[in-house]
Nanobody, 121 residues
Framework: QVHLAESGGGSVQTGGSLRLSCVVS????????LAWFRQAPGKEREGVAA???????DFADAVQGRFDISKDHANNILYLEMNNLKPEDTAMYYC???????????????WGQGTQVTVSS
């Protein structure tokens, strides 16, 4: 089993920054994909950023250049650094663990409970 716990969400104004954290615990040995997803009210869940064991990253076009994903191997923490936030970034953000093709949502089988990010104009 794998357990994920997100934190760091909150309310900011346009142009602000937030850093989300996700503590990962449990059997992650064979699961090499870590990612952040988000879901806004009335919209489908979408991938935001992913990182694999080699450190290769992938970002959604909407956040490219503004967000960064990283991981602290020693403490099993996944981060999402979000800069220049926009109202359209408002959503519940989830971290996820999986294996296979890290850019595909279908690769992820374990999910956190989410942390809310709200960006006001």
């Amino acid at each position: 089993q794998v357990h994920l716990a997100e934190s760091g969400g909150g309310s900011v104004q346009t142009g602000g920054s937030l850093r989300l954290s996700c503590v990962v615990s449990g059997d992650t040995y064979s699961r090499h994909c870590l990612a952040w997803f988000r879901q806004a009210p009335g919209k489908e869940r979408e991938g935001v950023a992913a990182i694999d064991n080699d450190g290769s990253t992938d970002f959604a076009d909407a956040v490219q250049g503004r967000f960064d994903i990283s991981k602290d191997h020693a403490n099993n923490i996944l981060y999402l650094e979000m800069n220049n936030l926009k109202p359209e970034d408002t959503a519940m953000y989830y971290c996820a663990v999986g294996s296979g093709w890290c850019a595909a949502a279908e690769s992820y089988s374990y999910w956190g409970q989410g942390t809310q990010v709200t960006v006001s104009s």
